[in-house]
């Protein structure tokens, strides 16, 4: 398996272009299901989870092409995928493929919405809690889809096809609006989602949608509106900037200290986490081609934040931020609100010499003048990557081990990085 290994103790300078966003890559390429016509996705990630969901798309007999490079793309470009799904063969997602991504349970909307049947295997994914999925059922079968739950799959059926309705979410959840968004787009009559996530990756889709045909509006607001249509179409579309990747790069620059610009990054995507990068005492400058980041001289605050849906700090940032508060001149308090269980980098944190204490859910980080380097074990995702961000600074070597995650969703890490002058590089085997 894999391995990264990293030296510390280099500034970053340079650019790092950022990818697309990966959580709004996975629902465009499901939306692709809704419509017999073909769906052209620009500036789609290389991850592996978009391979995977290639391959669960694949299964249910989706056609995707993707493109290659074309003379005067920069490097680092992301592919353009052109998704058809024209005859949909199968309308089960079977759990060989299904447990290796969460959000490929999220098939089960479209496949209702135009097939009125599907048959899917409840999801797996980061080991982040137990995750369940109770609220994108509610909202199916608000919908009017029969639901029975059958060794391991989720058995759902809408004979006369699904019915608009209004659907009110406890808790704001983003598969949940995304399930119910795309199912209520071919569904008969009005659709309103209340409680809706505002997370601007729900946007994208909707806007992607609306081009497709559909009549979605209030994305980006609570309350959702979607008239139901009959069929629709093919259209073109480019996937918005991983904001996500973007805070990620932020948090190590201010981390190392140095200058980089993170291009094609949009700052009004990760507000909240620009702000408390200033608060910990960095310099964010947005200009025309993303952000600029910096941190000169000045050493790390310690900052009190809390996880929230968007616009609030995210919870798909929170390890990258303990990792930066590792070395803070005082104690920081960093509390989960979304994910329970998901402090799974604490324990690996600590063998860098990292003083963190958990309560509860919220985590004291007590800083460190040094960190030492370790080998330390990614777990999930945004975990295995606070480990890179802590490496980056610790004396020494820091092997990361099992790094299948991070490709799930940093595209070409290593490279971006040792561009910007930090010593990392990947070990195969
Ligand atoms: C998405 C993101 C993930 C991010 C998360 C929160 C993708 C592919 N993944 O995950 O990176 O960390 O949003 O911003 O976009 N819940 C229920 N019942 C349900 C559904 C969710 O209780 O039926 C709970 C979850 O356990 C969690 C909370 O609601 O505690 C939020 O989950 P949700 O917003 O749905 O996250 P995901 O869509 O899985």
């Not at 659907?167 to 809706?196: P, R, W």
């Not at 390890?319 to 930066?324: C, D, F, K, P, Y």
């Not at 690996?348 to 960190?371: M, P, S, V, W, Y």
């Amino acid at each position: 398996m894999d391995r990264i290994r990293i030296v510390g103790g280099s500034k970053l300078n340079g650019t790092i272009p950022i990818s697309g966003a990966k959580n709004a890559a996975l629902p465009l390429m499901i939306a692709g299901l809704l419509t017999d016509e073909t769906l052209i996705l620009d500036n789609v990630p290389r991850l592996a989870d978009v391979a995977q969901l290639q391959r669960i798309l694949g299964n249910h007999g989706v056609d995707i092409m993707s493109a290659g490079k074309r003379p005067g793309d920069h490097e680092y470009q992301g592919q353009t995928l052109h998704i058809s799904a024209a005859n949909i063969i199968d309308t089960t997602a079977p759990y060989e493929l299904v447990s290796k991504m969460r959000a490929s349970f999220w098939v089960i909307a479209p496949l209702l919405a135009r097939m009125h049947e599907a048959k899917v295997s409840l999801p797996g994914g980061c080991a982040i809690g137990t995750r369940p999925v109770d609220l994108l059922i509610m909202a199916l079968e608000k919908l009017g889809a029969e639901l029975t739950i059958d060794g391991g799959y989720v058995i759902a059926k809408a004979p006369g096809g699904l019915k608009g309705a209004e659907i009110d979410f406890a808790k704001v959840t983003v598969s949940g609006t995304h399930v119910a968004l795309m199912a209520a787009t071919l569904a008969k009559g009005t659709t309103v989602i209340n409680n809706a996530a505002c997370e601007p990756e729900i946007v994208d889709v909707a806007d992607c949608l609306n081009k497709m045909g559909a009549r979605i509006s209030g994305a980006g607001t609570p309350t959702i509106t979607i008239e139901g249509v009959a069929k629709l179409n093919g259209t073109r579309h480019t996937v918005l900037p991983d904001r996500i990747e973007t805070g990620t790069y932020a948090m190590a620059v201010a981390m190392t200290g140095g200058d980089v610009q993170l291009s094609g990054a949009r700052p009004e995507l990760l507000q909240s986490a620009l702000d408390v990068l200033v608060e910990a005492g960095a310099t964010v400058t947005p200009n025309n081609d993303g952000i600029r980041i910096s941190r000169n001289g000045v050493g790390i605050k310690p900052v009190n934040v809390s996880t929230a849906p968007f616009p609030g700090f995210p919870t798909d940032l929170q390890a990258q931020l303990m990792a930066l508060m590792t070395t803070a001149t005082g104690s920081s308090h960093i509390t989960e609100t979304i994910f329970e269980n998901r402090f799974m980098h604490v324990q690996e944190l600590a063998r860098f010499g990292a003083r963190i204490h958990l309560d509860g859910e919220t985590a004291t980080i007590d800083g460190t003048a040094k960190l030492r380097g370790a080998p330390v074990m990614a777990t999930d995702l945004r975990a295995s990557v606070s480990l890179v961000i802590a490496g980056l600074v610790a004396e020494g070597e820091t092997m990361v081990n099992r790094i299948y995650h991070l490709d799930r969703g940093f595209e070409r890490l290593e490279e971006k990085l040792s561009a910007c002058g930090a010593t990392i590089e990947r070990i195969s085997g």
